[in-house]
């Protein structure tokens, strides 16, 4: 029983150890879906706007540069 209990408190600290060292990435991963969400819905509620669709590489745009990426998009969507 004794080693059953030491055996379970390695795995944990392992883990742990290895949710730590992967904050980083999911942090940054989480917050280019949530951009990605958001420009999505931008450019859903603004079709009426300019003439842009909500495809996957406007999406990835958005994603990857935020507002000032929905914003450029919704430009050239206006002069092209």
Same mark, same amino acid.
């Given at each position: ?8 408190? !390695?795995?944990?600290? %392992?883990?742990? @150890? $290895? +949710?730590?060292? %992967?904050?980083? #990435? @999911?942090?940054?991963? $989480? ?7 958001? /420009?999505? /819905? %931008?450019?859903?509620? &603004?079709?009426? @706007?300019?003439? =842009?669709?909500?495809? #996957? =590489?406007? !999406? +990835?745009?958005? /994603?990857? +540069?935020? @507002? #000032? &990426? =929905?914003? &450029?998009?919704?430009?050239? /969507?206006?002069? +092209?």
């Amino acid at each position: 029983m004794n080693t059953m209990v030491i055996s379970i408190m !390695l795995f944990t600290c %392992l883990l742990l @150890l $290895a +949710l730590i060292a %992967l904050a980083k #990435p @999911l942090k940054a991963i $989480a917050k280019f879906l949530f951009s990605a969400a958001v /420009g999505g /819905g %931008l450019l859903w509620a &603004g079709q009426t @706007l300019a003439a =842009v669709a909500a495809n #996957p =590489v406007t !999406l +990835l745009v958005s /994603g990857l +540069l935020g @507002l #000032p &990426g =929905v914003a &450029g998009i919704f430009i050239l /969507g206006f002069f +092209l």
